[in-house]
């Protein structure tokens, strides 16, 4: 049975969040192993704010990457159906050719770091058309009248009916952008990714969909 994706407890952790995301998404929870929930706990919430204190910065680069190769590693110890890639800078980019489209195309999800006022990691499950589905571990409600004016601009949907899935649509125009707004991915030299599969349900090229030129 597959779960219903999370959100992040405090201001910090939408990195975990998001990584434990992805593994709720691809696997029952009947299969998944205890070592994996703890293991991105333990090594997220690495980096130090401005006064020094740890975890109050979120996740960095370098834990995504470690987190990456280890779930490689555990998957191939215990015969278990992962397989991770991390990404950075020119290759973070969302195009027909792209790896994060072709992975998504395959079945697979992407945690992908893009920006909510700050850095911030969300899930990508899907594409429709010129946008694509993420799951958004920062809590929000439509009709909370706090709610920024930015989730209302042009590219971005709120989604109330898909909690295994998604709770946004954002267009891939607007994750593509060099700027730091609202589910944009920003300057490339700071772009970011982790491609996760199950390798069971992974499908081949030949069985995928082109969704947008």
């Not at 945690?111 to 899930?123: A, C, I, N, S």
């Not at 706090?146 to 709770?167: C, H, M, V, W």
Request: negative net charge.
């Amino acid at each position: 049975m597959k779960n219903l994706l999370n959100y992040q407890s405090s201001e910090y952790d939408c990195g975990p969040v998001s990584l434990t995301n992805a593994v709720r998404y691809l696997f029952d929870r009947e299969v998944l192993y205890p070592d994996i929930i703890k293991y991105i706990m333990l090594y997220c919430l690495d980096s130090y704010n401005e006064d020094g204190e740890v975890g109050k910065r979120g996740t960095s680069a370098s834990a995504m990457m470690f987190l990456s190769n280890w779930l490689n590693q555990f998957g191939q110890m215990k015969n278990f159906p992962i397989f991770c890639e991390f990404l950075s800078g020119e290759n973070v980019y969302l195009s027909q050719s792209s790896k994060i489209v072709e992975s998504l195309q395959q079945g697979g999800a992407v945690v992908l770091r893009l920006f909510l006022d700050v850095g911030h990691y969300v899930l990508l499950t899907g594409i429709e058309g010129d946008s694509v589905y993420l799951f958004d571990p920062y809590y929000e409600e439509l009709d909370d009248p706090e709610l920024d004016s930015e989730y209302f601009a042009e590219g971005i949907t709120f989604i109330t009916d898909q909690p295994k899935r998604a709770n946004r649509l954002v267009s891939i125009e607007r994750l593509n952008r060099l700027t730091e707004g609202f589910y944009e991915m920003g300057p490339y030299n700071i772009r970011e990714a982790v491609i996760i599969f199950n390798k069971e349900t992974r499908l081949s090229p030949e069985d995928t969909i082109e969704y947008f030129i």
